[in-house]
């Protein structure tokens, strides 16, 4: 092994406890963005299950190491932005 160099498979189950959840939501995403939205097909919310269950590990992992404030950053879900000033508005569609 050469300097800095690390094992992966050691090291990513050690410094990402959600990588798991992570791979899971992101396959769903990439699925649900190659197979509906590109053909106009977005009318309906998926990955939402895979989503809350990731972001609900990383709030506890980075509760641990006093970073929540990240996540709490994040806008409401519900809320979307307006294409032209940015700002966030409550998104009434369902």
């Not at 396959?27 to 509906?36: D, G, L, P, T």
């Not at 053909?39 to 972001?55: L, M, N, P």
């Not at 992992?61 to 940015?86: I, M, N």
Request: overall charge neutral.
């Amino acid at each position: 092994m050469g300097l800095g160099k690390r094992d992966k498979k050691s090291s990513s189950t050690a410094t990402s406890p959600c990588a798991h959840l992570r791979a899971a939501y992101h396959n769903c995403f990439n699925r649900w963005y190659s197979e509906k939205f590109v053909k106009g097909q977005w009318d309906k919310e998926e990955c939402i299950s895979e989503w809350q269950k990731y972001r609900a590990c990383l709030s506890e992992h980075l509760d641990d190491k006093h970073l929540s404030r990240f996540l709490e950053a994040e806008g409401p879900v519900g809320y979307v932005f307006q294409e032209d000033s940015g700002n966030p508005v409550e998104n009434t569609a369902k």
